[in-house]
């Protein structure tokens, strides 16, 4: 598969961060680096990529709690989420005290990211979705190539995304997962912002809360 991926639970909340890369070329980014920069760094390094960019599916500070620090150290542009998350980047220094993280580093992303947008890491190209209700600017990012789809906390195994924090939407999430994340196909692997990989069909079937007869 040229499409390649590691995923590292980081952050007392065991949030998965994805070191996703080109096995063409080499080039690499991480998708939501909430923290632990020195065990993604060597991630990178064992694996002689070459670190190109951070791509965030929306800013709880889990996600995107280590995005600045790595910017700036590392010169990476920060690509996403959608615009709609805005109000949680600029909350992310109150989000550390919340939650008892490190305290954060402020960030402006250097691209946002709307719906049907395309990123690029090597020779691949994966498709933007973006899929409100968890965050009003969450996207998910998809490789059709490689069956793959990185979609943060908008569906798990088992479960789906909570929507009780602010700009939240119950409504909005199940049509997101039905109208944008199915349709990418029932053998597609995704992998969520916690907890086990599952495929889209499984979901379909057994999601107690988005299966086909919930």
């Known amino acids: 598969m040229p499409l390649q991926y ?4 980081v952050t007392p909340f065991q949030q ?7 096995d063409v070329t080499h080039d690499a980014v991480v998708v939501d680096p909430g923290g632990e920069l020195p065990r993604l760094l060597t991630a990178v390094r064992e694996r002689g990529l070459n670190l190109q960019a951070i ?10 709690g280590g995005a600045g620090q790595l910017a700036r150290e590392q ?3 920060i690509i996403g989420p959608h615009p709609g998350d805005q109000f949680w980047i600029d909350g ?4 550390s005290a919340m939650f008892g993280f490190p305290p954060s580093e402020g960030f402006k992303p250097d691209r946002w990211l709307a719906d049907g947008d395309t990123v690029q890491v090597g020779q691949q190209t994966l498709t933007v979705r973006h899929c409100p209700g968890h965050t009003p600017g969450h996207v998910v990012f998809h490789s059709a190539t490689a069956r793959r789809a990185f979609v943060g906390d908008v569906l798990f195994a088992g479960g789906i995304g909570r929507t009780d924090f602010p ?3 119950h409504a909005q999430l199940i049509a997101a997962i039905r109208e944008r994340l199915w349709p990418m196909g029932d053998d597609t692997v995704f992998i969520p912002g916690h907890g086990p990989e ?10 107690p809360y988005v299966a086909d007869g919930a």
Do not use: F, K, Y
């Not at 590691?6 to 639970?9: A, D, E, I, R, V």
């Not at 599916?57 to 995107?64: E, G, K, L, Q, V």
């Open 6 to 9: 590691l995923t590292l639970p």
């Open 16 to 22: 998965n961060c994805s070191l996703v890369w080109c």
């Open 55 to 64: 791509w965030l599916t929306h800013a709880h500070i889990d996600h995107a």
């Open 75 to 77: 010169g990476l542009p």
């Open 92 to 95: 992310m220094a109150q989000q």
């Open 167 to 169: 700009g939240g939407n």
């Open 198 to 207: 599952s495929t889209l069909g499984h979901e379909r079937r057994h999601n």
